[in-house]
């Protein structure tokens, strides 16, 4: 208890005595309280390995009317701050001595009691308030994080993530739907790219299909565009544009937590190249250059989060059934950003991964002339979908992986045809056949047909 406390009054001092930065001063008393994390050690991008981010001396400070301190300081790490609709208690990760696990707590701000809300052995990490006192975080799973969902209380997590590689909550949007960050292509090694998926698991998508270098540190915005950091600087995807859209923002790198002060104002954590250490800034589009706002050489500062009430996510009712499988219906395979000769998609495979990481085939099924298919596919594993020609020859295969839950009946516009499109206003040929869905659980493996 003894070395936690200097510890925690040692960071204190390092940002909020003499050290501190006059700039804080300045443009700190202009914003309102905000909680922000304190590590020397930070790379953001660990967890996609299932790696740890923070050096063991991390640890959530708030900033205030009365200065900065540590919120927790008989913990030995915290970090993740996400704070609750009302403005009143905030979720955080921690670790209470060095050698325990990641957990995910909860603390009042009125009364300080942090209280325990998951209890599995892996590290748990990257909370976020839902409706109806929920949460969502990142539970550790061998060497990745899958996604999942509980109750405050305490109750069985539900996994919304079914792929092999790692998953980390970004935010809850306004719609209800949680926005993730995985790697692209989805459930495979790649650079990290942003999606979208409901609070039961189901509808996963990818947020755009311009799928650039690298995406991440998504938020969304009071305007309800997401605004991400890219290679490049920051970006944002706006309703009306199917390719996201740069921001002139200050060159360097950018890290997890832009939060938006005031429409088109932002405190986010940069640093000029990455050589250097994280620290907030004030940034404002239009402006070239960032305003310092909570900075110390060798420390990095991440991570800042409003202490301020917001407004509560739309809630959506669950369409899922208690069925062992999922149907899975395609509109029109050539509605496509790839460009397929008329007539020239025959028939469909489906391919799953299991735990070793071997791709088996569960079942081929004909595609009709529009370009429409409906089969049955198995719930809460990794699928892939390849399109083949007359003669068999693939035609284009996914790079990655999604998943159907349990129950789920998902119609699509097309293969990889983007979020954005809108289907035709035809009955699929596929329908006037049969309402029957081909199986490709892996049960058995259908004949490929033909038109």
Known sequence: MLLRSIVACALLLLLGGPARPATEIAHGSELPPFLYTVAKTYNPLAWMHGAERFSSDAAIFISDKNGQHVVVPDFATSADPSVSFDGQRVLFAGKIHPGDSWKIWEISLTDGRPRQVTNAVEDSIRPFYLPDDRVVYARKSG??????????????????????????????????????ESAYPLGVDGNPEIYAVYSDGSGIESYRCDHGPSRQSARQSS???????????????TSARAQQVSLSSPAGEYADGPTEIAAGDWLVPWRSDAKQTFHLVRWSQGLPHPQPVVAQNGVNIVQPTLLTERTVPNRHPSGLHDWSNANLLCLNAY????????????????YTRDTAGNTRLLGTAPVERDGSFFVQVPADQPLQIELLDAAGRTLKRESGFFWMRRGEQRGCVGCHAGPETAPENAIPMVLLKSTTPVDMTGATVQSAGGH
């Open 335 to 350: 509605t496509s950003k790839y460009q397929f000769a008329p007539g020239s998609i025959h028939a469909v495979k489906l």
């Open 143 to 180: 060497q990745r994080y899958v996604i999942e969902i509980a109750d405050l209380s305490g109750t069985k997590p539900l996994p919304l993530t079914y792929i092999p590689t790692s998953a980390i909550p970004a935010d809850v949007l306004r719609d209800g739907r949680i926005l993730f």
């Open 223 to 237: 305007s309800g565009d997401i605004i991400f950091a890219t290679a490049h600087g920051l970006a944002k995807f």
